[in-house]
């Protein structure tokens, strides 16, 4: 995997990118998270993970994690929340959709970065304010 994630140069990547790699970095740990707390069947893991992968909740707590950001989080997230969206869910608003989408790229930034300890900081927060 490794390899891989070197290959992507930080400077030259859309956001878009970092969204698609960064909902798939949260899915995993959410996904992580549900799984240590009950032995439930997947369907409903699937169910329970909803309210923190859904865009509601992600445009939710990245707005109660702003303070925490630092200034070069806080670009990226902008810079992802601003990029151009082609489709919109037809369950939540666009406004509430950029902003799932700049909190999808700022946890991508930080994967891609290696950043794994500020990565899991951030989705602790998240759960906490999710719960």
């Not at 109660?64 to 151009?84: F, P």
């Amino acid at each position: 995997m490794e390899e891989y994630i070197d290959k992507i140069d930080l400077d030259k990547v859309s956001m878009q990118t970092l969204a698609f790699i960064g909902d798939a970095v949260y899915n995993v740990y959410i996904r992580c998270y549900l799984a240590s707390k009950s032995n439930k069947k997947t369907g409903k893991l699937h169910q329970d993970s909803i309210k923190y992968v859904s865009a509601k909740g992600q445009s939710e707590v990245i707005e109660e994690m702003m303070d925490l950001l630092s200034e070069e989080e806080k670009m990226i997230y902008k810079r992802g929340r601003n990029t151009n969206i082609q489709n919109v869910s037809k369950h939540i608003d666009v406004i509430s959709y950029k902003k799932a989408t700049g909190f999808e790229a700022l946890i991508g930034y930080l994967y891609v970065k290696k950043d794994t300890k500020r990565l899991e900081e951030l989705i602790h927060i998240c759960i906490d304010k999710l719960d």
